[in-house]
């Protein structure tokens, strides 16, 4: 059932060297998108569509008594108003948990919920409209600390959590009494806001046979027709989503993509007119999900050889009103708590806990930046006490092939952290620079290094499915179409698929098309998250054109009168490798297929090669591999101001198979600045819930002028077999090192942990001052 | 804290093709009047219900506001003269090498290709960037209204945040910068390097004789409800000896002087009177190393 990709494609290549794996290829959407030709969901905004605005609940808990739609329909251009009750088919939209309506009938539960819709001929009408429908609210008591709101008589929902998790492995107490530094603290990463450029759009458009089509930006197009045919009472055949370009993701059109469409599907269907909603930046900012906070008890112990023993860790996920995407970020988090280490004692307790917040998205990381932001800091801390180098501690305890990871799980291979740590270490000079009698300073400022190690497993958490299809259709003339159910947020994906599929047919890369995502023309393939773009998606790419490659090779050697084995097919052409004059173009090869009757398309399907942990324990293979990831950070601080330099980066990964370097070296600069970002400045401030600074001026993401220089990646190229060409992921592991490598370089530099983030110049300022 | 941002409301709007028609239109015209320049702080101020005006007078098709020229000692840049525009002319960055320097990374390129330095002193935001170095360089502003014209000191200008002397029917058409050989310096503090508001922001321009300040004229942004002059500073500094001493002692005094409003966020009053002190000695460092080479 699992096949050894990589095995297999080096065997139809003979051994030879890859002729566009591993290549730097031009992107398959590069000129369309640096010239501005490229297409997203409100480019195909069709002519006299309505508009949908939602009205959305003031309040952070309270009862729905009444809602009056008349004094909307004063409004001329208001064509319907919407309630939970006229939904036509079930009004649920949660993510993993059956708790939240579409639109809230009886009770709303953020700031923010919705609790009708106004469907109008133009903008200005449907604003109006959803400032005149008329509800009365019963106000509830609210609740916006998580502590509190286990503790106390809140009741959000009819239980005060939505999940929570354990990871349960050998004696914790009797390690720790044998442990001789114990380090024990709190930490509290906070919130952040996705920040795309592009917000949250939908487009629902009624189709023939009472179909209905959704184009709009999401991050799975089939969970988002799962979602649309189950409010619409619909079978799944009649919904059809088509995904285009999607001006950044990192989860939370993961989460909020459904939803959106949900909108828009049931405002078309009910007036079966097409219907859009589109949200400005201040609705984006203010009601889409975002990253879930985090607060973290981790206490950790090692023996005075420098071995680490034993971590006890209990901590909770504010969720906000609704469970959304916490319950896979807990789990996640849960499953990485040793950090890249071998820990033979685990006990990992963490909940989640319903608040009046707004809900929580999936986000780059997906609980393993707050969980590993505390794994990090206790590392640094436990080697100052233990008088040990940071990078030697780390060397001395990572992860190795034969290692098990704290939920017991066997890596018996593609395991590159140590390595890793050893040449981003190198790289970065870090014995000379972290060694403190040579340092350069100066009256006002003082200069740091610091490292974190990362680790995030690549497919979905074990305890729902992950699977994906992929299609290769060989046409006439030798081109070929291919599609995947992977959506390109950006990343790159589509162009490592297409790679992949021009490999391992024997073409070039140009000759392979790669088709707008369509819900209709591909069995479900999960979603565009958790690393699994390249890695669970180009592997179904591969399965695909290896079934074809396999026709290829039998139709050429019969052609060419020689056995299947001497086949190799390479641009293009088709030849024996024991007499290169027999040869046959790829063209004319396919185009013998037609003519022979031989099919010339292929699905492929592949399903991740891992378990589901133990409910109780949480032992198990929750990820078929890991991507590790290691930052070293130069800072300087100007002890003045406050002010937070990041100097330079030193990324490095452990990522398999590196398919298309640029789209790498993208990912991980991309992921440093969303780093940053998270470790200096942004901050989603909020007053009963509700995010108060709602726009780039005061949200504040890295800009250009902020971009430190970022050293030339470090790859170790650890291959997995299960996976097309023994790529892993790389999509949020250099993310995920950023701000530990960041707070550790800050504490190096002037002696101040901060157990919380973002570390904005103030907080480094009073900090200073009181110290 | 932070208003919605909904569709723009409605709103009658002329757009006048000179100030001769200008001034017609005002006669004509009762209030609820918005001038549009550059947009950037107007519309969404519309967009978010803080202003909400019956009439709008786009000034972009005037001419007559869009202008850097010198004339004897005195740079006149037009009001509408986008930011840009002024950082790129040679005329400012030979004359009043300060306004280009403290504008230079004010907002985002876009946002300076359409904001313009009428419209940043309009707004009046006790964080402008253009306040300070103005304030220091002793420039002033002419108001026109259909029957008169006044020249107003840039140091009467601002009354409040987000408010000038400036009424309805006036319209700011020039900035008036005297020239004058010294050395200048500029340092702002935002909460990251790039398209950042400003927190602290510190101008001066001065002139060192010897060993001694002979003139400094400073000024601070983000510290009070309006952008002010440092009088205490500059009076405390005159023909006192550069040192060490003299310069921390006029930071002192400008943490003293600073009066940040409790309600300003984005920094806390005490950060911002930290920052007052620190950008002001090292403003007045840059400017004493500058003069003794």
């Known amino acids: ?771 | 804290m932070e208003e919605e941002i909904r569709p723009l409301p409605k709103f009658d709007y002329f757009s006048p093709h000179s100030l001769h028609d200008l001034s017609t239109l005002l006669k004509q015209l009762k209030g609820g009047i918005s001038f549009l320049a550059g947009g950037t702080d107007l519309l969404v101020n519309m967009k978010k219900r803080i202003t909400i005006p019956k009439v709008i007078i786009d000034i972009n098709r005037i001419q007559e506001l869009s202008f850097i020229e010198k004339r004897s000692n005195n740079i006149h840049v037009g009001s509408v003269t986008r930011l840009n525009n002024l950082i790129e002319s040679s005329i400012v960055q030979e004359n009043v090498p300060l306004l280009t320097e403290a504008i230079r990374f004010l907002a985002s390129h876009p946002i300076r290709n359409r904001a313009t330095i009428g419209g940043n002193l309009c707004t009046a935001s006790p964080a402008a960037d253009a306040a300070p170095p103005l304030l220091a360089l002793n420039a002033s502003v002419k108001l026109k209204s259909p029957d008169d014209e006044k020249i107003v000191p840039l140091s009467e200008f601002f009354v409040g945040p987000r408010q000038t002397v400036r009424k309805h029917n006036e319209v700011l058409t020039e900035i008036i910068i005297p020239c004058e050989k010294g050395s200048n310096a500029f340092m702002k503090l935002g909460r990251r390097r790039g398209f950042s508001l400003s927190v602290v922001s510190v101008a001066a321009f001065g002139i060192i004789k010897g060993d001694k300040f002979e003139d400094i004229r400073i000024a601070l942004g983000g510290v009070a409800p309006t952008p002010i002059r440092a009088y205490k500073i500059e009076e405390m500094l005159k023909g006192v000896e550069v040192s060490d001493r003299s310069i921390e002692k006029a930071a002192e005094i400008a943490k003293s002087i600073s009066k940040p409003s409790k309600r300003a966020k984005r920094a806390s009053v005490e950060y911002r009177e930290a920052m007052a002190r620190v950008l002001t000695k090292r403003v007045l460092m840059k400017i004493a190393f500058e003069e003794r080479g």
Request: net charge neutral; aromatic share 8%.
């Open chain 1, 1 to 771: 059932m699992y096949q050894d990709y990589l095995g297999e494609v080096k065997k139809l290549l003979h051994g030879k060297d890859y002729k566009v794996v591993g290549k730097n290829v031009i992107r398959v959407d590069a000129i369309e998108k640096v010239t501005g030709r490229a297409k997203y969901t409100t480019d195909f905004i069709i002519e006299n569509a309505l508009i949908v605005r939602a009205v959305r609940s003031p309040y952070p808990h309270a009862l729905i008594k009444k809602i009056n739609k008349k004094p909307a329909f004063k409004i001329p251009g208001v064509v319907a108003v919407i309630i939970g009750d006229d939904i036509p088919g079930e009004n649920q939209c949660g993510y993993y948990l059956d708790d939240q309506p579409l639109i809230a009938t009886d009770k709303v539960r953020y700031i923010g919920d919705i609790v009708a819709l106004v469907v109008a001929k133009d903008k200005e009408s449907a604003w109006a409209g959803a400032d005149a429908v008329e509800v009365k609210y019963e106000e509830l008591p609210a609740v916006f600390d998580p502590k509190e709101a286990l503790k106390g008589d809140f009741k959000i929902h009819n239980r005060k959590s939505p999940g929570d998790v354990k990871v349960i492995k050998g004696d914790v107490e009797q390690a720790f009494k044998e442990c001789d530094v114990i380090v024990e603290n709190i930490y509290k990463p906070g919130s952040q806001d996705h920040a795309y450029l592009e917000t949250e759009a939908a487009i629902a458009i009624p189709e023939a046979q009472d179909g209905i089509l959704v184009i709009s930006t999401n991050q799975g197009p089939f969970r988002t027709r799962n979602a649309v045919a189950r409010v619409l009472g619909k079978p799944q055949s009649q919904v059809r989503v088509i995904t285009p370009y999607i001006g950044g993701g990192f989860g939370g059109k993961d989460t909020y993509g459904p939803i959106i469409s949900s909108l828009a599907a049931v405002a078309a269907e009910i007036t079966r007119q097409p219907a859009v909603i589109v949200h400005t930046r201040y609705d984006s900012f203010v009601y889409h999900f975002k990253r879930c906070p985090f607060e973290i008890r981790f206490k950790s112990g090692a023996t005075k050889d420098g071995k680490l023993k034993a971590i006890e860790v209990d901590y909770l996920c504010d969720c906000g009103g609704y469970a959304a995407h916490v319950i896979g970020l807990l789990k996640r988090a849960a499953y990485h708590s040793t950090g890249v280490y071998e820990i033979p004692n685990c006990n990992v307790q963490g909940i989640a806990v319903y608040t009046n917040n707004l809900p929580v998205a999936a986000f780059n990381g997906f609980g393993n930046p707050q969980m590993l932001f505390a794994v990090e800091s206790q590392m640094d801390l436990l080697a100052e006490k233990l008088n040990l180098d940071p990078v030697e501690f780390r060397l001395k305890n990572a992860l190795v092939p034969g290692s098990r990871t704290g939920t017991n799980q066997l890596l018996d291979h593609s395991v590159g952290i140590k390595e890793l740590i050893s040449k981003v270490a190198k790289k970065a000079d870090w014995v000379k620079k972290r060694s403190k009698q040579k340092r350069w300073q100066s009256e006002t400022k003082k200069r740091g290094i610091g490292i974190g190690c990362s680790w995030h497993g690549c497919g979905t958490t074990g305890f729902k499915h992950d699977w994906a299809g992929a299609s290769v259709i060989l046409n006439p003339d030798g081109s070929v179409t291919y599609s995947t159910g992977i959506v390109e947020i950006g990343q790159g994906t589509i162009t490592s698929h297409a790679m992949m599929v021009a490999e391992t047919l024997g073409i070039p890369y140009e000759w392979v098309k790669v088709e707008l995502n369509d819900t209709s023309r591909m069995p479900d393939s999960g979603e565009t998250h958790a690393q699994r773009g390249a890695f669970i998606g180009g592997t179904a790419a591969v399965d695909a054109a290896l079934k074809l490659r396999k026709k290829l090779n039998k139709l050429a050697s019969e052609i060419l009168k020689c056995d299947e084995d001497e086949i190799t097919i390479e641009d293009g052409i088709a030849y024996s490798l024991n007499d290169a004059s027999k040869k046959i173009s790829f063209n004319d090869l396919v185009r013998e297929m037609y003519q022979r009757g031989i099919s010339p398309a292929e699905y492929g399907f592949i399903k991740a090669r891992r378990g589901y942990p133990d409910p109780d324990t949480g032992q198990g293979d929750p990820y078929a591999a890991y991507t590790f990831g290691c930052t070293i950070a130069e800072v300087e601080i100007d002890i003045e101001t406050g002010e937070v330099n990041v100097l330079r980066l030193y990324p490095g990964v452990a990522a398999g198979k590196i398919l298309q370097p640029d789209v790498v070296r993208g990912q991980i600069n991309g992921c440093a600045m969303l780093g940053l970002g998270y470790s200096l400045t942004e901050v989603v401030e909020r007053e009963n819930g509700k995010m108060v600074n709602p726009s780039f001026t005061d949200y504040l993401i890295p800009t250009i002028m902020d971009k430190p220089e970022i050293a030339e990646f470090i790859s170790v190229e650890d291959e997995y077999k299960y996976s097309g060409y023994g790529a892993k992921g790389v999509g949020e592991i250099a993310f995920i090192a950023t701000p530990l490598a960041v707070a550790n370089a800050v504490y190096d530099a002037i002696g101040v942990r901060f157990y919380d983030l973002p570390i904005s110049a103030e907080k480094v300022y009073f900090a200073l001052k009181r110290k």
